[in-house]
């Protein structure tokens, strides 16, 4: 057990959002007249970055807010059919975009939010797009096809004309709030709106265009923690934040923005003119709808929370790196944004316990940091793994049960073992996470200790938790599921040619 620092403070007002972001989305709706399409970047009900970045905002926050605006408000899902011709994986939830499609639908449904219609964009006549756009006619789910267009996005006359944006397929909306959002980055969301924007224009349907992100936030300074650990999440991306020019050279003003959207705005400018005949916004952040930065109620406790995202970042691109799946572009990447914000490793006070653990006892290790800023720890064992013991660990301290007590006997643990490798053909007894809270739950039936340990898990959500080697999937998954926020060295426990 180690003492520590004063844990996370509060910096974010959910409740103030919530007002202000849904009546300055209706302040646009009445803008532009007949309706809006309003492009919803990140993640709409799982936004757990934004949640750790900003903390005092919830996951939910943005569908808490769209629920206030659900009389108004249908949703079109767009997906590449790029993405789904190469099974592109969601790789927070270990899913393809296809199939998170379906997930997305059910979600908004069970939320009660309505799912007009999916759009499926860039479609050559993908084999797998058209599997998909017959299951999903199958299931009742009305969807539409969107083509690449020759000269996109630089030929604006011919991508604003009969042969561009008319060739797409028009998506029938009922709502005068209409949100394109998708799985992930790359799936058409602006395109999407722009073409909407052209056929209701000949429809003689007065239309509007802004744009959702979260990140970053237009005003906070541009090198802020918040915005920076903006880029390190999408690292892989290659964005990058910037001043908005447009923005400043209009209003005298210093607003934030990202490369791709003041690379992209004299042609969406170009296009508007195309469209009305004028531009009704002077610079990309006055597409922008975003609240958040009016929001922040204590900056340093965001700073400091940002710090924090930035170092996992850096791990979770190690780790993806070790694995073949990430690029040494990215580690520099986030590298160089640690030493723009002054930041080192040795700031998450998890890490240095658990890899001096590992290096004491020569086998992997954890920590984990609790909500009142003590450390546990964890170690490997014949009878568990180092994730395990400090899951056990922590739940103890954060019931106030006595070191010496068993909370799960030797006698329940052999047996799971036995089962493992006797019959399951595992190499590796020691028991995962998900497999010591089974045999937790079973104990606390008849042992109050274990029923009183079992009911600290809830207390977990948002601690820092760092392992001296990579985990396996089941551990990850079940970290997740927890709300502990998971930092690994980039390191195999084993080394083996064949994983």
């Known amino acids: 057990m180690k003492g520590a620092r004063k844990y996370m403070k509060i910096g974010f007002d959910n409740q103030k959002y919530l007002k202000m972001q849904s009546e300055h989305i209706r302040e646009r709706i009445n ?89 499926i964009t860039r479609y050559t006549g993908q084999p797998s797009a058209d599997l998909f756009r017959t299951k999903l006619q199958n299931l009742g789910i009305q969807v539409y096809r969107h083509y690449p267009i020759e000269g996109y996005p630089n030929d604006i006359a011919h991508i604003v004309s009969d042969e561009g944006y008319g060739k797409n397929e028009y998506i029938e909306t009922t709502k005068p709030l209409v949100i394109i959002t998708a799985p992930g980055p790359g799936s058409g969301k602006m395109a999407t709106c722009l073409s909407q924007l052209y056929h209701e224009n000949k429809r003689g349907i007065k239309a509007g265009y802004a744009k959702f992100e979260t990140f970053p936030i237009w005003n906070i300074p541009l090198k802020h923690p918040v915005n920076l650990a903006y880029e390190a999440a999408t690292a892989d991306l290659n964005d990058v934040n910037m001043i908005d020019p447009f923005h400043l050279e209009a209003y005298g003003v210093t607003t934030v923005n990202y490369n791709r959207d003041v690379e992209i705005y004299p042609v969406l400018s170009a296009m508007f003119e195309g469209i009305y005949g004028y531009c009704p916004y002077k610079s990309p952040t006055d597409m922008g709808v975003n609240m958040a930065g009016n929001c922040i109620i204590d900056d340093e406790a965001c700073k400091e929370a940002s710090r924090q995202e930035i170092i996992r970042r850096y791990y979770q691109a190690l780790n993806r790196l070790a694995k073949d799946k990430g690029s040494k572009d990215e580690v520099y990447k986030i590298e160089l944004l640690m030493k723009q914000a002054k930041i080192t490793t040795s700031m998450r006070a998890v890490v240095s316990v658990a890899n001096e653990l590992s290096a004491k006892n020569g086998s992997p290790a954890a920590a984990l940091e609790l909500p009142d800023g003590k450390i546990v720890t964890g170690k490997t064992s014949a009878l568990l793994g180092a994730s395990a013991a400090v899951l056990l660990n922590a739940v103890k301290e954060l019931g106030g049960i006595a070191d010496n007590i068993h909370l799960i006997s030797p006698t329940f643990i052999e047996p799971i073992q036995g089962l493992k490798v006797g019959y399951l053909g595992s190499k590796n007894p020691r028991l995962h996470t998900d497999e010591v809270l089974i045999a937790l739950s079973m104990c606390a039936a008849t042992d109050s200790n274990a029923r009183l340990a079992l009911e600290q898990l809830p207390k977990l959500h948002g601690c820092q938790i760092h392992t001296s080697v990579m985990l396996s999937s089941v551990d990850i998954k079940m970290f997740n599921k927890l709300g502990l926020e998971l930092t690994s060295e980039p390191i195999y426990e084993k080394k083996k040619l064949y994983r």
């Open 31 to 119: 803008q532009f007249g007949d309706k809006l399409y309003l492009e919803f970047g990140g993640k709409l009900f799982d936004d757990y970055h934004a949640s750790r970045v900003l903390p005092g905002f919830a996951p939910d926050s943005k569908l808490q807010m769209l629920l206030q605006l659900a009389d108004q408000a249908e949703i079109v899902i767009a997906i590449n059919a790029a993405d789904i011709e190469k099974n592109k994986i969601r790789h927070d939830l270990g899913i393809t975009y296809d199939v998170d499609v379906l997930r997305l639908i059910q979600e908004f449904r069970d939320k009660g939010l309505y799912v007009g219609s999916v759009v």
